[in-house]
Nanobody, 122 residues
Framework: QVQLVESGGGSVQAGGSLRLSCTAS?????MGWFRQAPGRKREGVTA????????YYTGSVKGRFTISQDNAKNTVYLQMNNLKPEDTAMYYC??????????????????WGQGTQVTVSS
């Protein structure tokens, strides 16, 4: 069983930045961030393969979001820059002990955080 604790999030104006953190209770093979806006499906935002640091991003956030990790703390970070109103959503940290492709499919992850709200105003 993996427990995930998220922090960060909040409200910013377009063009602003936020950083999310997620700490896992045990070392996970892959960790990622998903988001879900009202009335929409949960969307894979980014993921990191913890053993070698390989990262994956959905197209709409490339160049603006960066996922990083601190393996000593079983923690991943999501730095979000140049935020846009369309980034508004509940953001969820996810983790799994195995890596199943595609990373962006929510079913590839068994463990989820409680979610943290990100709101970007225009």
């Amino acid at each position: 069983q993996v427990q995930l604790v998220e922090s960060g999030g909040g409200s910013v104006q377009a063009g602003g930045s936020l950083r999310l953190s997620c700490t896992a209770s045990v070392r996970s093979m892959i960790m990622g961030w998903f988001r879900q806006a009202p009335g929409r499906k949960r969307e894979g935002v980014t993921a990191i393969y913890t053993s070698d640091g390989a990262t994956y991003y959905t197209g709409s956030v490339k160049g603006r979001f960066t996922i990083s990790q601190d393996n000593a703390k079983n923690t991943v970070y999501l730095q979000m820059n140049n935020l846009k109103p369309e980034d508004t959503a509940m953001y969820y940290c996810a983790a799994d002990l195995t890596f199943v492709w595609p990373w962006s499919d929510p079913s590839a992850f068994h463990y989820w955080g409680q979610g943290t709200q990100v709101t970007v105003s225009s």
